[in-house]
């Protein structure tokens, strides 16, 4: 029924509304505003979600990728020196790569390509990225600046690292009490007792106009200038893999939950739903905000009885509300949105469980692909690091053959980007 639909897109943005204040804490991070960054992020989603709605016709819904912000704002612009401006122009490239393939029927190429081990250690490796991040943001652990990958444990001696112990307590009951909005409620909470203990405060000014300067700020002349062309182009082709897998894999999991799947796991508007959301990457690039992406919270609807896209054009219609609460997002502290970004790199780590790690050539490969991406805040080294020991161990075990095509060519390149950083000297590739 309509009743029944509005009250899943309510509770899909509910899960979903945590976005409009830990994408412009990452994002302002690197440099950007974060009021600006809020209002981009609930633009963006919101249009996008509709746009899913009406012509994928199925209840899910888009925002801003947690995982590929965290890369922009770390790797590309703390790490490898790229401008805002010139992150989002990878963005806006990985977004353009996505939508050509999709538009070329390419996508079950690559996903044949790649090993399923793989495929989930990216994920894997993404939620661990995430989860560093936020015990780094709660004052739990200090990372060094610059290019030094060693850190150690800080025991919570200040004020901002109790704020956020106690928000990640809140934060894990809440979850575990399955109540609707958790991670939202406890950002909130959250800063309120940030507010009161003195470690976040309003500011001076206050417009409560939303402010879209990050729109069109992106530069792709920026990315093969810092890169060169060599990396510029590996590195697109690691969030392309991201975004792309990730995006399968949400779409699958929401679309089989809603039981819209047939006996054969195909999925009604398949093309439709892919097309949208690899739009929603360049889109994000564009507007500033990072890729958008279909959100498996989306499952959330879809437990509440969502079932078409009026699910989600009724949650698109709320982010675009939530316009108007964008300057909030400059008053939220990272120790509030911190647990958050805990929780959910938990949950995106779960994905562990299905690597066999007795197999090493299945494990070994995942677990440098996994480990290296918090360990060097860079998902293209990472990612590059499982593919070449990959298609190592199938060589040295007599198993070149069952090596994909693709897969060789993506190690050579791979390959070559490591050979390149050694003979730099560079200490962080990228």
Known sequence: TVGTEVRAGLT????MAYILFVNPGILGDAGLDPAAVGAGTALVAGVLTILMGVFGNIPIAMAAGLGLNAAVAYTLVLGSGLTPAGAMGVIVLEGIVVTALVLLGAREAIMKAIPTSLKRAIGVGIGLFILFI????????????GPDPIVHFVFPNTTGAWVALVGLALTVILYTRKVPGALIISILATT?????AGVAEFPESFSVAPSFSTLGQFDL???????GLSTALLTVFAFMLTDFF??????TGVAEQAGLADEDGDIPNLGKILLVDSIGAAAGGMAGVSSNTSYIESSAGVAEGGRTGLTSVVTGVLFLL????????GIVPAVATAPALILVGFLMAGLMKDIDFTDIEEGFPALL???????????TVGIGAGFVMHTLLKVVNGKAREVHWL?????????????QAALLGNAVVG
Request: net charge neutral; aromatic share 14%.
């Open 134 to 145: 936020g015990f780094v943001n709660a004052g739990l652990i200090a990372r060094p600046a």
């Open 192 to 196: 309120v007792i940030a507010l009161i």
């Open 246 to 251: 990730d995006t399968m894999g949400t779409v």
């Open 221 to 227: 002349g920026n990315v093969f200038q810092v890169l």
């Open 12 to 15: 899909a943005f509910l899960v």
């Open 322 to 329: 939530a316009i108007f609460i964008s300057p909030l997002a």
């Open 407 to 419: 897969m060789w060519v993506v190690t050579v390149a791979f390959m070559i980007y490591f050979a």
């Open 369 to 379: 692909a996994m480990i290296l991406m918090p360990l060097t805040y860079n998902i």
